[in-house]
């Protein structure tokens, strides 16, 4: 594959960290060291990252040349560890031979992308999986390892991805799926900006990508999603990369007088650098009441309610609530009983940019016939995405900060209201 792909590296100009890294694992294959893998052999191979990230980073790949023996096979491939300045992965082979497993790897920190690990999956099946950002509502599956004892044909698929998770559905055609016994995958989700997706290739031999024009600030990935193999040779797969300044190609041909093995594969741009960074919800308008209440006591100490979604809090605890990107403006209902002798402080998030009064700060005193207040809050987004909420409601006080998954995750407070002795 081209060179310039293996050393992108950045550094983190304060600390020296990296913040991503790429290259070629070859000691899984038997023409570059004395790798024979069959009959319940098992190695391990540690790769170490050019730098130190700052945190564990996650690690994703894909099989850029594999040769695995006919006949009943299977071979197990995982990540075991990973650690801020290496990972490594395991490979066994429990019956037939594995010749090679050339894996193209890939290391990033940050949180707009999500790597959910399935390897070895026993007796393959639909899966749904919980996924962390409401806002990785895109992603790809590239396969790890396999078991089959005669002729296969499937193909993986994310079927959805909602907020809080995504489903993995894999096709099951009569007569050839029984025959699959074990599949691994990894699932990799994120943002929009996160992934280009040139669409599914289907190759049923030789196959020719053509001329891709190279993305800036972009790592090209294979995404292997299933296999049509009619058990007569082994399963071959080698990708001869060709690239110029400023495209790429790929091609499958002949291997050793074989044509390939028909298979289904994406071809994927992943951002490893990113424009959009995510920020909280800013307050452009608050509209305030005061009025008499003649028995506080059958009042909630505090009421909150999300305009227009039906939600409405009423009760002491933590709340986690997603508020829909098509939702704008955000418009808030705050109602709280304003005891004699009290105060009422009240913050709202007001500038994400800027280095001073960052908060709307709006402050009562309580007296008999002004005791509850209100606050009508209305928020805006910087561009459309979900709002993850987390809602802590307490008798005398509420603060609901926003979780932001950007290259860390971080929250931001964006509403304090505390009921104060004066």
């Known amino acids: 594959m081209f060179t310039s792909f293996i050393v992108l590296i950045i550094l983190d100009s ?39 990230f700052e945190n564990q980073p996650q690690v994703f790949f894909y099989l850029e040349k594999i040769d695995l023996e006919r006949a009943e096979l299977e071979f197990k491939l995982s990540i075991t560890t990973i650690t801020v300045t290496s990972f490594q992965t395991l490979i066994s082979c429990a019956k037939y031979r594995v010749y090679r497993t050339q894996i193209r790897w ?22 749904t999986f919980q996924i962390k950002n409401p806002n990785a509502q895109y992603g790809f599956l590239t396969l790890t390892s396999i078991h089959f004892t005669g002729q296969i ?36 989700v994120g943002v929009q900006e996160a992934f280009i997706n040139l669409g599914l290739m289907t190759p049923t031999g030789g196959f020719s990508s053509g001329a891709l024009p190279i993305q800036t600030n972009r790592w090209f990935f294979i995404a292997l999603q299933g296999l049509n193999y009619n058990y007569a040779d082994n399963i071959r797969i080698e990708t001869l990369f060709t690239n110029t300044a400023t495209t790429l190609s790929y091609t499958f041909g002949a291997w050793q007088g074989v044509t390939e093995t028909p298979n289904r594969h994406s071809q994927i741009w992943i951002a490893y650098q990113f424009t959009y960074s995510y920020k909280a919800l800013e307050c452009f308008s608050v509209r305030t009441s005061r009025r008499e209440a003649f028995d506080l006591t059958i009042l909630p ?25 098509s939702v704008q403006p955000v418009n808030i209902v705050i109602l709280l009983g304003c ?15 800027c280095s001073t009064q960052k908060f709307y700060s709006i402050t009562y005193n309580c007296f008999n016939k002004m005791n509850y207040v209100g606050f009508y809050p209305v928020f805006k987004q ?36 505390q009921i104060l002795n004066q």
């Open 382 to 417: 910087a561009f459309q995405q979900y709002n993850q909420l987390k809602i802590n409601m307490q008798s005398s006080s509420l603060e609901i900060t926003q979780v932001l998954y950007d290259q860390k995750i971080t929250e931001q407070l964006i509403i304090k209201v």
């Open 339 to 353: 005891p004699n002798g009290k105060k009422v402080k009240a913050e709202f998030n007001k500038c994400n940019s």
């Open 106 to 127: 890939f290391a990033i920190d940050d949180q707009r992308i999500e790597v959910i690990n399935n390897f070895n999956m026993i007796n393959p099946d639909d899966k």
């Open 301 to 325: 100490p505090i009421y909150l309610e999300l305009v227009s979604l039906n939600q409405i809090y009423t009760t002491i605890g933590n709340y986690n609530y997603i508020i829909n990107k």
């Open 14 to 52: 304060s600390f020296g960290f990296i913040k991503y890294d790429t290259g070629l694992l070859k000691v899984y294959d038997y023409e570059v060291s004395s790798f024979n893998c069959q009959n319940g052999f098992s190695k391990t191979a540690t790769i170490n990252f050019a730098g130190t």
């Open 153 to 188: 044909d499937f193909q993986l698929s994310i079927s959805s991805i909602t907020t809080n998770s995504a489903t993995v559905t894999i096709t099951k055609v009569s007569g050839k799926f029984a025959n699959l016994k074990q599949i691994g995958y990894q699932l990799v």
